[in-house]
């Protein structure tokens, strides 16, 4: 259902052990096939400094000749009853086209902040790495070399908070995004990975991997291709939102977040991002 809905299936992310239990799916089962879903996952964050537990809602989908019939309604009922009491809200992102469907089940649409590195921060940075020696900054990882990517691997599962709002549990939901290594790459000298995507002259720094703290300007600064942007998949922790330009972001053409909880308005008030490969 996922493959036809969606096009993708989970079958890899099982079988290479990267699902580990926050992901819970409700479904309804007819004739041994799957015929609705909505997908519960655990979401545990650390947001400026404070644990919160937070279920985000995902997955949600019906084959084609059983919708409008209520199934999806009775799943996304059953889900808020169950985990409403238990965590620090329940929000998810939903589909541009099932917008009035998430409004009825007493969803309210919420707007996050997306940063961008200010442009005469990047010009000194650039331009600092011209006179500076300099060093290999990120290399992007090879798919195939499997010691590459267990220190990915162990990386992801040890390493710290380098924003102002990250997932704690991110192993899961960031293997299921970077497993290839496609956009993985990794700077020696400062120890660090970085996820990243280069769309023309704008990059896009999506994820940092560290064991150890490390500036948003160190991890820029070996960043060894040129660029007229740069933004951030994440939110940049407090002591470094001066190198950025924060922007309120509705989810484009993509999605719009959708927040049962008073806690959650703290996403808008605190200018905070969900982390690109925090999205289920």
């Known amino acids: 259902l996922t493959e036809k809905t969606f096009g993708f299936n989970f079958e890899g992310w099982v079988t290479n052990g990267y699902f580990e239990g926050d992901y819970i799916p409700y479904s309804f089962e007819e004739d041994g096939k799957i015929i609705c879903n909505v997908s519960a996952n655990r979401m545990h964050f650390i947001q400026n400094g404070v644990k919160r537990f937070y279920i985000q809602i995902g997955t949600v989908m019906t084959t084609e000749e059983r919708r409008n019939q209520g199934l999806a309604r009775k799943l996304m009922e059953h889900v808020l009853e169950e985990y409403e009491d238990k965590c620090d809200g329940i929000y ?4 541009l086209s099932a917008l009035d469907f998430y409004r009825k089940l007493g969803f309210e649409e919420r ?3 997306r940063y961008r590195l ?3 921060v990047r010009t000194d ?3 600092r790495n011209l006179t500076e020696e300099n ?9 195939a070399d499997e010691k590459s990517k267990e220190a990915y691997c162990e990386a992801v599962r040890n390493s710290v908070a380098n924003g102002a709002f990250e997932q704690e549990n991110k192993y899961g939901l960031q293997m299921f995004y970077t497993s290839n290594l496609e956009n993985v790459y990794y700077a020696k000298d400062i120890d660090c990975f970085a996820i990243m995507e280069q769309d023309g002259d704008t990059i896009t720094l999506h ?4 064991k150890k703290s490390i500036s948003l300007e160190k991890v ?5 291709v040129s660029y007229k942007e740069l933004k951030l998949g994440f939110t940049p922790r407090e002591d470094e939102t001066v190198l950025f330009e924060a922007a309120l972001f509705d989810g484009g053409d993509d999605y719009r977040l959708f927040c049962r909880g008073t806690r959650l308005e703290s996403i808008e008030k605190e200018k905070l991002y969900f982390p690109t490969f925090s999205h289920a």
């Open 92 to 95: 998810l992102f939903g589909d």
């Open 111 to 113: 707007m996050q902040y």
């Open 118 to 120: 200010k442009d005469n």
């Open 125 to 127: 940075i650039q331009e």
């Open 135 to 143: 060093s290999n900054g990120f290399v992007k990882l090879d798919s």
């Open 207 to 210: 994820s940092v991997i560290s």
């Open 220 to 224: 820029i600064s070996e960043i060894n």
